[in-house]
């Protein structure tokens, strides 16, 4: 069974800073990871899908990395700003499966 | 360019009533599946299909059923509502990864609370 960890659970940094998100999973096999942005109370928004070929994947401010071999996805995100303040889901893809860590929840502040 | 839709949007519910939850989607997508969603719990997966007429239990299935009579649509139903199932329900869809291997797609999410 498929577990993912993402630590840490909460973050809270000033603005400007550079930080990095983790996401670990037990389960090798996997076809992709997607990073998710939710918004208290509202649905998901999807940030970015790492295939399991690939090492990193970037969008904007945001870069995804990938270790398949050891488990691990980290989301960085640079220059961080208020607006980042969410919480960052990520999840893993497996032949049915998809399942998803707890979150870390982000708060930037000005 | 609907993507996923959930009806409905929000909903209160007396404990032992019924409901039915729907999750359509106009991606052609073969998987589908649904998560609840609790403080401090994350998204915890009810139930899955992997294609029409076809239904797995996820990790929280029990007080739960589920239907894909048709490919489009996942009905998620809740027999006799408890309070324990006050949650947000999130359906979710995907293509198969052997054929495409994409991104999941979510719909906006169903407030339930249970009284």
């Known amino acids: 069974k498929q577990e993912v960890t993402q630590i840490p659970a909460a973050l809270s940094v000033p603005e400007g800073e550079n930080l990095v998100l983790n996401c670990s999973f037990t389960?090798?096999?996997?076809?992709?990871l997607q990073w998710f942005r939710q918004d208290p109370g509202k649905g998901l928004t999807s940030l970015l899908l790492?295939?399991?070929?690939?090492r990193e994947q970037t969008s904007g401010r945001l870069n995804a990395s990938l270790d398949k071999s050891s488990g691990r996805s980290t989301l960085y995100i640079a220059a961080s700003q208020p607006g980042d303040s969410a919480t960052y889901l990520c999840?893993?893809?497996?032949?049915?499966?998809?399942?998803f860590g707890k979150g870390t929840m982000l708060l930037v502040s000005p | 360019n609907a993507g996923v839709t959930q009806t409905p949007k929000f909903r209160v519910l007396k404990t032992g009533q019924s409901m039915t939850l729907l999750c359509a989607q106009d991606m052609n997508h073969e998987y589908m599946y649904w998560y609840r969603q609790d403080p401090g719990m994350g998204l915890r997966l009810i139930h899955y299909s992997v294609g029409e007429g076809t239904t797995a239990k996820g990790e929280v299935p029990d007080g739960y059923n589920v239907s894909r009579l048709k490919k489009q649509n996942f009905l998620l139903g809740l027999e006799s509502a408890a309070p324990s199932q006050t949650s947000v329900y999130f359906c979710a869809s995907r293509p198969d990864p052997r054929v495409v291997n994409t991104e999941a797609f979510f719909g906006q999410g169903t407030r339930l609370t249970v009284v």
């Open positions: 790492i295939q399991s070929s690939q």
């Open positions: 389960d090798s096999a996997i076809y992709n």
């Open positions: 999840a893993v893809k497996g032949y049915s499966t998809l399942t």
